[in-house]
């Protein structure tokens, strides 16, 4: 890991969710963990934006912002009526 974090909003989005997100749909459409996805969504929404762990490897160094959680909460500002692209830097 290094000495100084990475600003997330300097981080690519991954560009499809990874093997193990929660956000990832199965074939009925429903959330592969419905559980984890709405306690990442309430810890971070409006705070912070999730790292894909699934890209972090074995040094825990994070490379990709959370597909699944960018687009939630993408969603949720647009619902909202806010600029999603102002808040999700």
């Known amino acids: 890991m290094t000495d100084h974090p ?3 909003s300097e981080l690519p989005v991954m560009k ?3 093997a193990t997100c ?9 959330k592969q963990d419905q559980e984890l996805a709405d306690t990442v969504m309430s810890r ?5 934006q999730q790292i894909c762990h ?13 597909k699944g959680a960018y687009d ?4 949720i500002y647009q ?11």
């Open 6 to 8: 990475i600003p997330v």
């Open 16 to 18: 499809e969710c990874c």
């Open 22 to 30: 929660p956000f990832k749909r199965d074939k009925d459409g429903r």
């Open 44 to 48: 971070t929404l409006f705070q912070a």
């Open 54 to 66: 699934g890209t972090e490897g074995d040094n825990r160094e994070p490379h990709n912002r959370c």
């Open 72 to 75: 939630e909460a993408f969603t």
């Open 79 to 89: 619902r909202l009526g806010l600029e999603p692209e102002k808040h999700l830097k």
